[in-house]
T-cell receptor, first 113, second 113 residues
Framework: KQEVTQIPAALSVPEGENLVLNCSFT??????LQWFRQDPGKGLTSLLL?????REQTSGRLNASLDKSSGRSTLYIAASQPGDSATYLC????????????FGKGTKLTVNP | DAGVIQSPRHEVTEMGQEVTLRCKPI?????LFWYRQTMMRGLELLIY????????DSGMPEDRFSAKMPNASFSTLKIQPSEPRDSAVYFC???????????FGPGTRLTVL
């Protein structure tokens, strides 16, 4: 059974700092990996999608990497801003016929001005 | 595009009552997912449909929960009878093709008293 872990559960940084959020998964046979952002009381917003054949994806100040063999992904946020404060969730797509995503419990990020 | 639409946004009901949650996926998307989010368990997949057919309902907690997708633009998740432990935020998501991004609705916050 696939399990996804995100450490740390919470992170507080000063504005302008570069930071890395971590995601690990137990079964390396994944289809893809998706990073989401969730603001309080809101739904999830997709940030980046990495297919299993890819090593990284970039969007603006965000860069996500994938190392299937070690069961790890990182989300790098450059020059953090207070508006980046949110919970970041990692989700792994399973192989086979299912389109199921297995989610980590998230990292709550606070960027202090 | 209006995105994934869910209704109601908030629902407060008493134990034993029937609850129906509704979802309209993004037009043209052919897979629809129902998730439940709680503090304790995080985000869990309940059931998903592909081309209106239920594919994986292994996450449905018990027989009190049922889901239907009568057509490509509408799905319901029903809880009958509801219990206090069903209190959670229920999300609907949709995706266009296998392995592509999942887009989430704003969620329905359910409180069962």
């Amino acid at each position: 059974k696939q399990e996804v872990t995100q450490i740390p559960a919470a992170l507080s940084v000063p504005e302008g700092e570069n930071l890395v959020l971590n995601c690990s998964f137990t079964d390396s046979a994944i289809y893809n990996l998706q990073w989401f952002r969730q603001d309080p009381g809101k739904g999830l917003t997709s940030l980046l999608l990495i297919q299993s054949s890819q090593r990284e994806q970039t969007s603006g100040r965000l860069n996500a990497s994938l190392d299937k063999s070690s069961g790890r992904s990182t989300l790098y946020i450059a020059a953090s801003q207070p508006g980046d404060s949110a919970t970041y969730l990692c989700a792994v797509g399973t192989q086979g016929g299912s389109e199921k995503l297995v989610f980590g419990k998230g990292t709550k990020l606070t960027v202090n001005p | 595009d209006a995105g994934v639409i869910q209704s109601p946004r908030h629902e407060v009901t008493e134990m034993g009552q029937e609850v129906t949650l509704r979802c309209k996926p993004i037009s043209g998307h052919n897979s629809l997912f129902w998730y439940r989010q709680t503090m304790m368990r995080g985000l869990e997949l309940l059931i998903y449909f592909n081309n209106n057919v239920p594919i994986d309902d292994s996450g449905m907690p018990e027989d009190r929960f049922s889901a239907k997708m009568p057509n490509a633009s509408f799905s319901t998740l029903k809880i009958q009878p509801s219990e206090p432990r069903d209190s959670a935020v229920y999300f609907c998501a949709s995706t266009g093709t296998r392995g592509s991004e999942q887009f989430f609705g704003p969620g329905t916050r359910l409180t069962v008293l």
